[in-house]
């Protein structure tokens, strides 16, 4: 099972040298990849909370907008 913490921590990081164009190809590659690890959907949830460009790579894997807060000081697509 994948550690949420981490993986939120993790992409955090890797964020920080991602050129912002291509942050939301990273971020739907990321999700798809993970959902192959049976990642809980309420863990998927806590991830899509990271930014905006997890929060539509979810939305778009699962086909519903999800109904969660998320910081309003990251980046908006």
Request: charged share 40%; with cysteine.
């Amino acid at each position: 099972m994948i550690d949420i913490d981490v993986l939120i921590e993790a992409y955090r990081v890797c964020k920080e040298y991602m050129p912002q164009k291509d942050r939301q190809a990273a971020a739907d590659h990321l999700v798809n990849a993970i959902n192959e690890y049976d990642i809980s959907e309420e863990d998927l949830r806590l991830f899509a909370a990271t930014d905006s460009y997890v929060r539509r790579a979810a939305e778009e894997y699962l086909g519903e907008e999800f109904d969660i807060a998320h910081n309003e000081d990251e980046d908006e697509y």
